[in-house]
């Protein structure tokens, strides 16, 4: 038994996890994936390291920023660029004409995630296949992999809302209320398709941008040279995101790779950049759930059940890395609320974020 569950490993799930934890509440993370961070995903081939998840952090509000600092003052990120080209069809290629900085992690974005982990006990490779309510008055958790059980007083479900509704939906309106299961199947995502490409030291011109939007095409939504962030890399290789349209189209094919080559071809046409369309090597990865179209309008979305349930992720606001985060926190302060156990006022996320952080050197 343990007092909360989180299911996802994102960003949401754990700053949720984190200050619950520190709150003084016991707390298991189980991640069906194999790594931490959801779309802070960065991927480890060919002596190198590629994010094909979130590109880069634009921090917005306060309480972001001064998360991105510390991750600064701790080397985990820096500026990257502050430029993001533009290229619309028919027109030259133009530069920005607001700069500010974008942030990155010159160990991949999945460094965020890490830092997040410290202290927290963490189930990965672990699917999460049902969810029901025991006799007891907690929730049973049943793990694909093993049949293995967990039990918990209360759950936070930090995974897209279309993947909560399938783990949900089982269970209900007889436990769960048809309000709540209405507003969870109403959001929507956008699908997006990223292809990594590596390409020879001759491979030249490289561009005079490190990150470029396409904005009006087809197939295209953006393409970054991601060895520019990494010291001392070894050869030019790129991150190429399709278009939500086009990605909707392929997102079934069983073969990706013909799908890569397809975005890499229009990129080289696109930017007058032949030998883009013929890489050393590429590796395809699809996001059903990459950006969503039709958020939830609140920071957290709650069941009314006896049992505290709680939904949270960067489709609470849509706001991406930094919704997921402040999505998080609400849940937290949430299921706080809900359990009426321990003060949670005066856990401070950044204080719990610098021990945390501290924890990790110890």
Partial sequence: MTDIAVIGAGMAGLVCAQQLSQAGYSVIVVDKSRGLGGRLATRRLHGTWADHGACYLKP?????RRFVEILRSRHILEVWTEEV??????????EPKNRSPRYVAPGGMSAIAKSLAPGLEILLNQRVIAITPTPENSWRITVES???????????????????????????ESVLDTAFLDNLRSVE??????????????SQPLPEWKALTFVDDAD???????????PNPQQP???VQSSADFAQRHLESQDLEP?????????????????????????????????????????????????PLVCCGDWCGGN?????????????DEINHQLRHLPLDNVNFFNVFVRSFHQSLD
């Avoid at 080209?85 to 133009?94: N, Q």
């Avoid at 093993?146 to 909560?164: F, H, R, W, Y």
């Avoid at 991406?320 to 937290?332: I, N, Q, R, V, Y």
């Fill in 146 to 172: 093993s049949n293995e059980e967990l039990t918990a007083k209360a759950i936070v479900i930090a995974i897209p809302a279309p993947q909560a509704v399938m783990l949900l939906e089982p269970l209900g």
């Fill in 220 to 230: 295209l939504a953006w393409i970054g040279l991601d060895s520019s962030k990494r």
């Fill in 320 to 332: 991406l890395a930094e919704g997921a985060m402040l999505s998080g926190l609400a849940a937290a």
């Fill in 60 to 64: 917005k509000g306060e309480l972001f």
């Fill in 259 to 307: 799908v890569g080559k397809l975005m890499l071809q229009r990129a080289a046409e696109s930017l007058s950049l032949p030998w883009l369309n013929t890489p050393e090597w590429m590796q395809v990865h699809r996001w059903r759930y990459a950006f969503p179209s039709r958020p939830w309008h609140e920071a957290f979305l709650s069941a009314e059940t006896p049992l």
């Fill in 189 to 202: 995502f956008y699908p997006s398709i990223s292809a990594i490409a590596g390409y020879p030291l001759t």
């Fill in 85 to 94: 080209y533009e290229l619309t069809a028919g027109a030259p290629l133009s």
């Fill in 237 to 239: 290789h790129f991150v």
